[in-house]
């Protein structure tokens, strides 16, 4: 199996479907992966069974935003405790975006992160994939879904994205999730993030 995600962004799935009230074995059934698997927090699986398994929980929480709601999740849970409390100690939403490039081949080895700029409450962020490899709309709301939490983990809101250009084809999408302000079938995702002050 290639060595392209890291399984704590399976273990962070697995944890989501649990608090929704899905039977966790449903997401494991026909896999190559195990339960045993996922427990493993160095251990590293192949795009293509992230993508089947995340395809199977959308099934099982069949909301429209699961995807991003999920990319949420998963930074929140991966920063909660000591980890959290030290970085809103030590850095701030800036200097995190400014770090995601290096940050994500900790959890992946298939998208590459480059942040164009970083200011007090805004952002500028692209996402290529690695060839072979391309970027589904689902795969985008879910890097969204990431890249937004971001603001969240030092108490204030999440960041507003607004995306100029998306890697996803436009014929792969249905007409409800088109934006007409972005520009489908680019070569990366071009992300511009913003976020409010601090919640009291």
Request: charged share 25%.
């Given at each position: 199996?290639?060595?392209?995600?890291?399984?704590?962004?399976?273990?962070?799935?697995?944890?989501?479907?649990?608090?929704?009230g899905?039977?966790?074995r449903?997401?494991?059934?026909?896999?190559?992966i195990?339960?045993?698997?996922?427990s493993?927090?160095?251990?590293?699986?192949?795009?293509?069974?992230?993508d089947?398994?995340?395809?199977?929980?959308?099934?099982?929480?069949?909301?429209?935003?699961?995807?991003?709601q999920?990319?949420?999740?998963?930074?929140l849970?991966?920063?909660?405790?000591f980890?959290?409390?030290?970085?809103?100690l030590t850095?701030?939403?800036?200097?995190?975006?400014?770090e995601?490039a290096?940050?994500?081949f900790?959890?992946?080895k298939?998208?590459?992160?480059n942040?164009?700029?970083?200011?007090?409450?805004?952002?500028?962020?692209?996402v290529?994939?690695?060839a072979p490899?391309?970027i589904?709309?689902d795969?985008?709301?879910?890097?969204k879904?990431?890249l937004?939490?971001v603001?969240?983990?030092?108490h204030?809101?999440?960041?507003?994205?607004?995306?100029?250009?998306?890697?996803?084809?436009?014929?792969?999408?249905?007409?409800e999730q088109?934006n007409?302000?972005?520009r489908y079938?680019?070569s990366k995702c071009?992300?511009?993030?913003s976020?409010?002050?601090?919640?009291?």
């Amino acid at each position: 199996m290639k060595q392209e995600i890291r399984t704590k962004m399976l273990q962070h799935m697995y944890n989501y479907l649990e608090e929704k009230g899905v039977n966790k074995r449903q997401i494991l059934e026909g896999q190559t992966i195990t339960a045993a698997d996922l427990s493993q927090d160095d251990k590293w699986v192949d795009k293509l069974t992230l993508d089947k398994l995340m395809t199977r929980a959308a099934q099982l929480v069949p909301v429209p935003d699961f995807f991003y709601q999920l990319g949420v999740y998963s930074v929140l849970e991966e920063t909660k405790g000591f980890r959290g409390k030290i970085l809103r100690l030590t850095e701030t939403p800036a200097l995190v975006y400014h770090e995601v490039a290096i940050l994500s081949f900790l959890y992946t080895k298939v998208y590459l992160f480059n942040v164009l700029r970083t200011e007090k409450r805004s952002a500028e962020i692209e996402v290529g994939p690695v060839a072979p490899h391309r970027i589904s709309f689902d795969n985008c709301q879910y890097i969204k879904g990431l890249l937004a939490a971001v603001p969240q983990i030092f108490h204030y809101g999440l960041a507003n994205i607004e995306e100029t250009h998306c890697a996803a084809p436009e014929s792969s999408l249905k007409p409800e999730q088109i934006n007409p302000k972005t520009r489908y079938g680019s070569s990366k995702c071009h992300y511009h993030l913003s976020w409010p002050g601090k919640n009291n």
